[in-house]
């Protein structure tokens, strides 16, 4: 049976706060601590990449912790103690007790408590999403809502930390820990509307999760190859839009309406993506999303400074197409977990690929400062590289990734386990 638009509403809100935890600590944080607080920029980096490192490796940990927790009844505890322990970190980043070396290791400490327990939470999450039922229309429609809900909170967590750190009525880290505050509390607002509103988690079966029995699902694994690929389309992009914005379009005033047309765009297209899946299939739609985003993403690679029109109407075309990567990769990776199966194990190894594509995507700094490229120099052969390597490559990886989809289909019986 469908579950009702209400109870898919509730499932998708837990998805607001954990996207504006993400965002303050990947672009806030490093700024906070090297402008407000005289930590040193190769120091803050140095941290960053320490406890960047640990999140990426321990998400397939995590999963298999999940999966236990379910079995055993005490998904509940689990996540409300993670819960606790990502509202607490997130308020001590921006309210340290310490100064000189101490805060060194205060900063590594909070950021691998945040890390630790939003992706708990954000593991399970998925992983909840994939047992609301077997056919494509519940799965997708749940992760359409969770999607949402998920970009208004990136479009509050790009204005708000940023209007609060500048408000000259009181310091930045007043305004922080109001931020953390509101955060809270939406945050345990969503656990409770999970658990008490939100489809229930369909447990089948009594299988011990098992890292040997995920990797043995061939359809699984030929999966992991086009969403990799995929997230590393995105990710480029993601981590060189400042440099891009001021650099290339000289327009820095306008990047906050830039992201928020891209992201507010992508919001308003998840229902049509999910349409699209339920009427043609979840693969074809994903590949029509891919295509469609190259087709709008290409020509920012030809857009120079005073473009600031024509870069803001590829952000908007670009973001209607950011709903097929959202929402469709996981309903087919929901497809592909066998009903006896412990899902979050699988979310664990996907959600490692992502953070990995985010990895990798910042190797593209010294790429470009090695074809000339500095902040600040957006003309000649250091403008133009900026531009291929902002919108022409991650559109060839797109293609790319296309390309390896191919001979995929919705349910993985293309593979034989």
Same mark, same amino acid.
């Given at each position: =049976?469908?579950?009702?638009?209400?109870?898919?509403?509730?499932?998708?809100?837990?998805?607001?706060?954990?996207?504006?935890?993400? %965002?303050?600590?990947?672009?806030?944080?490093?700024?906070?601590?090297?402008?407000?607080? *005289? =930590?040193? %920029?190769?120091?803050?980096?140095?941290?960053?990449?320490?406890?960047?490192?640990?999140?990426?490796?321990?998400?397939?940990?995590?999963?298999?912790?999940?999966?236990?927790?379910?079995?055993?009844?005490?998904?509940?505890?689990?996540?409300?103690?993670?819960?606790? $322990? %990502?509202?607490?970190?997130?308020?001590?980043?921006?309210?340290?007790?310490?100064?000189?070396?101490?805060?060194? $290791?205060?900063?590594?400490?909070?950021?691998?408590?945040?890390? $630790?327990?939003?992706?708990?939470?954000?593991?399970?999450?998925?992983?909840?999403?994939?047992?609301?039922?077997?056919?494509?229309?519940?799965?997708?429609?749940?992760?359409?809502?969770?999607?949402?809900?998920?970009?208004?909170?990136?479009?509050?967590?790009?204005?708000?930390?940023?209007?609060?750190?500048?408000?000259?009525?009181?310091?930045?880290?007043?305004?922080?820990?109001?931020?953390? /505050?509101?955060?809270?509390?939406?945050?345990?607002?969503?656990?409770?509307?999970?658990?008490?509103?939100? @489809?229930?988690?369909?447990?089948?079966?009594?299988?011990?999760?098992?890292?040997?029995?995920?990797?043995?699902?061939?359809?699984?694994?030929?999966? /992991?190859?086009?969403?990799?690929?995929?997230?590393?389309?995105?990710?480029?992009?993601?981590?060189?839009?400042?440099?891009?914005?001021?650099?290339?379009?000289?327009? @820095?005033?306008?990047?906050?309406?830039?992201? *928020? &047309?891209?992201?507010?765009?992508?919001?308003?297209?998840?229902?049509?993506?999910?349409?699209?899946?339920?009427?043609?299939?979840?693969?074809?739609?994903?590949?029509?999303?891919?295509?469609?985003?190259?087709?709008?993403?290409?020509?920012?690679?030809?857009?120079?400074?005073?473009?600031? &029109? #024509?870069?803001?109407?590829?952000?908007?075309?670009?973001?209607?197409?950011?709903?097929?990567?959202?929402?469709?990769?996981? &309903? +087919?990776?929901?497809?592909?977990?066998?009903?006896?199966? #412990?899902?979050?194990?699988?979310?664990?190894?996907?959600?490692?690929?992502?953070?990995?594509?985010?990895?990798?995507?910042?190797?593209?700094? #010294?790429?470009?400062?090695?074809?000339?490229?500095? @902040?600040?120099?957006?003309?000649?052969?250091?403008?133009?590289?900026?531009?291929?390597?902002?919108?022409?490559?991650?559109?060839?990886?797109?293609? %790319?990734? +296309?390309?390896? /989809?191919?001979?995929?289909?919705?349910?993985?019986?293309?593979?034989?386990?």
């Amino acid at each position: =049976m469908m579950p009702r638009h209400g109870s898919l509403a509730a499932y998708g809100m837990l998805g607001m706060p954990l996207a504006m935890a993400a %965002l303050p600590v990947y672009v806030q944080a490093p700024a906070y601590y090297a402008s407000q607080l *005289g =930590m040193a %920029l190769s120091t803050t980096g140095a941290v960053l990449f320490f406890a960047r490192l640990v999140d990426t490796a321990q998400d397939p940990w995590l999963g298999r912790w999940i999966d236990h927790a379910v079995q055993q009844g005490r998904l509940a505890w689990l996540l409300g103690n993670a819960a606790i $322990v %990502l509202a607490l970190a997130f308020a001590g980043l921006w309210l340290p007790p310490v100064r000189g070396g101490a805060l060194v $290791v205060w900063l590594a400490f909070m950021l691998i408590l945040t890390y $630790v327990a939003h992706s708990l939470i954000n593991i399970a999450y998925l992983a909840w999403g994939a047992r609301l039922g077997q056919s494509a229309g519940p799965l997708t429609k749940a992760a359409a809502w969770r999607e949402a809900a998920g970009l208004l909170g990136v479009v509050l967590a790009s204005v708000l930390p940023v209007w609060l750190m500048r408000n000259p009525r009181f310091a930045a880290h007043t305004g922080m820990t109001a931020y953390a /505050l509101l955060f809270a509390v939406l945050l345990l607002l969503g656990l409770w509307l999970l658990f008490r509103r939100a @489809p229930a988690w369909h447990v089948h079966g009594v299988q011990q999760p098992s890292w040997h029995r995920a990797w043995r699902n061939r359809a699984f694994r030929r999966l /992991l190859w086009p969403y990799f690929l995929n997230a590393l389309s995105v990710s480029i992009p993601a981590t060189l839009a400042m440099f891009f914005i001021a650099d290339r379009i000289a327009a @820095p005033g306008w990047s906050g309406i830039f992201l *928020g &047309v891209y992201f507010l765009a992508g919001a308003a297209g998840l229902p049509a993506w999910a349409w699209l899946a339920d009427r043609i299939g979840v693969v074809a739609a994903w590949r029509h999303g891919m295509l469609l985003a190259v087709v709008a993403f290409v020509w920012a690679a030809m857009l120079g400074s005073g473009d600031s &029109v #024509p870069y803001l109407l590829v952000c908007a075309l670009a973001g209607l197409t950011l709903g097929a990567d959202l929402a469709l990769p996981p &309903v +087919l990776l929901a497809q592909r977990i066998p009903p006896g199966e #412990p899902p979050a194990g699988y979310y664990g190894v996907w959600t490692m690929l992502g953070k990995l594509a985010l990895a990798l995507s910042g190797l593209m700094l #010294p790429l470009l400062a090695q074809l000339g490229y500095q @902040p600040g120099l957006g003309d000649g052969r250091a403008g133009m590289a900026l531009a291929v390597c902002y919108a022409g490559l991650p559109c060839v990886i797109k293609l %790319l990734a +296309l390309f390896v /989809l191919r001979g995929i289909d919705d349910a993985g019986k293309e593979d034989v386990r």
